[in-house]
């Protein structure tokens, strides 16, 4: 219960976002008696014409020019050009978030303090010995394996701009280690513990697991479908994004975070000016805007690049919210990770990566460096299989291809963080000047 309270709490404050952005500009755009009525529209001059911010009394030249500045100066606002400035920025932004979920905690008090007795009662559970410990140490173990995937997909849809794939780095591998290891072994009725955490191979091989696609599929279904119930839910920020834009009418202050969405609708009055990948960025956004339910599930069912251009569709076209993240959650977490789990576990076919690894050998001049420290990460890991549980020898030689993919997760993790700082401390700054031109406008008006 208390899991899904959570989650209602993120989608309502998602919704309250959606809220917030309109409610101001609604405001702006409320008829005085005795003016004509305004027109609100989604068009990208709209801000233009109106001239309804701080560059009042600007021309269009003067205004594009002062928004190019603010967004130079912003842009700069990273820690190898300004640390200092960037960090002050940076808790300066993460202040005001931490005391934004505090009060929305706050105003949902009491499903906080229901939420706060469920998890003392299970912590209460937890701690007191009896019989039932078995049962809670299992949840506690599934629950902790569903959030641990359930983050990482949210991670890799959200990225915060480092393009940081988690299905890559954690899922992709984790799948193709469990590939490896029931062709190695036979089967799939791995001793738990140690499994998840390690792979050991049985001492006798359950018949109802021996090693197939159909059972390698199911062996791994849960951590897949965690990871892509995360994926969609990352969707959800620019879906409320462009719905706030579109009810409230286009805002200037925005248009760093729809620049794609509206330069794509400047390039459609011009089609000579599209290029192949506009075309399939319109192809999207007519199959979003037309199917509906079926076209969102085609969309997020097939692995590409364009979903996050398919989410900002639906938020403009006023796609309902169950319609567009019940589609996204189907094709994401169900028919999209079945196509990525097949394609991984065929690709890790032991017969078809012993193959690969004797082509590589072909390769002039490095092919034959390249071949022998991928057969001797292939041999360490077979070794590592038929190891008995909690012998670790075997596996503290260590291996070349291992410490390079190690480093290479540590310096992802490392650059995902410092995307986060800089990310933060570029939201206060434009918290800023939001700030002054509602400030002026107030003055001008």
């Known amino acids: 219960m208390s899991g899904f309270a959570v989650l209602q709490i993120f989608i309502y404050q998602l919704q309250r976002l959606s809220h ?45 020019k002062v928004r190019e500045m603010e967004r130079a100066e912003r842009e700069s606002l990273v820690l190898w050009r300004k640390p200092l400035k960037t960090l002050n920025y940076f808790s300066r932004e993460l202040w005001i978030n931490v005391i934004t979920y505090a009060q929305t905690l706050f105003k949902h008090r009491i499903t906080v303090f229901v939420s706060i007795l469920v998890c003392a009662a299970f912590y209460v559970l937890y701690t007191i010995p009896g019989p039932h410990q078995q049962y809670m140490q299992a949840g506690k173990s599934e629950i902790s394996w569903c959030l641990y995937w359930v983050g990482l997909g949210v991670l890799s849809s959200v990225g915060l701009g480092t393009g940081l794939h988690t299905f890559l780095l954690y899922l992709g591998p984790h799948i193709a280690s469990v590939t490896l290891a029931a062709y190695e072994c036979g089967g799939l009725n791995f001793p738990q513990p140690p499994y998840p955490d390690e792979i050991v191979c049985p001492t006798t091989v359950d018949p109802r697991w021996a090693a197939s696609i159909w059972n ?111 589609a996204t959650l189907l094709g994401k977490a169900v028919i999209k990770m079945h196509i990525q789990k097949v394609f991984v576990i065929v690709a890790f076919n032991e017969t078809l990566l012993a193959r690969a690894v004797d082509l590589l050998g072909n390769i002039p001049v490095v092919g034959p460096r390249l071949q022998e420290p991928f057969s001797a990460f292939l041999v360490k890991q077979k070794e590592r299989l ?59 008006d």
């Open 20 to 64: 917030n952005m309109s409610a101001p500009l609604k405001r702006r755009n409320e008829t005085v008696p005795g003016s004509p009525p305004s027109v609100v529209t989604s068009s990208v001059n709209h801000h233009k014409s109106n001239g309804d911010n701080s560059t009042i009394g600007m021309s269009p030249p003067v205004e594009d």
């Open 216 to 326: 390698i599929m199911s062996k791994v279904r849960i951590e897949s479908m965690m990871w892509g119930a995360g994926t969609a839910l990352g969707e959800l920020p620019p879906y409320f994004m462009a719905r706030a834009a579109r009810l409230s009418g286009y805002d200037p202050d925005d248009e760093d975070d729809l620049a794609e969405f509206e330069e794509l609708q400047r390039k459609k009055e011009n089609p000579e000016m599209l290029d192949t990948v506009d075309r399939l960025k319109v192809f999207v956004e007519k199959l979003v805007e037309k199917v509906g339910f079926f076209g969102i599930l085609a969309c997020a069912s097939i692995p590409n690049p364009l979903f996050d251009l398919a989410g900002i569709t639906c938020g403009h076209f006023l796609v309902p919210f169950w319609t567009f993240f019940g």
């Open 386 to 444: 038929h190891r008995e549980g909690g012998d670790s020898s075997s596996g503290s030689e260590g291996n070349i291809l291992s410490a390079i993919f190690e480093k290479f997760v540590v310096a992802m993790i490392i650059y995902f963080v410092v995307s986060i700082i800089n990310s933060l401390a570029q939201s206060y700054h434009k918290r800023l000047h939001s700030k002054s031109k509602r400030t002026t406008k107030k003055s001008k």
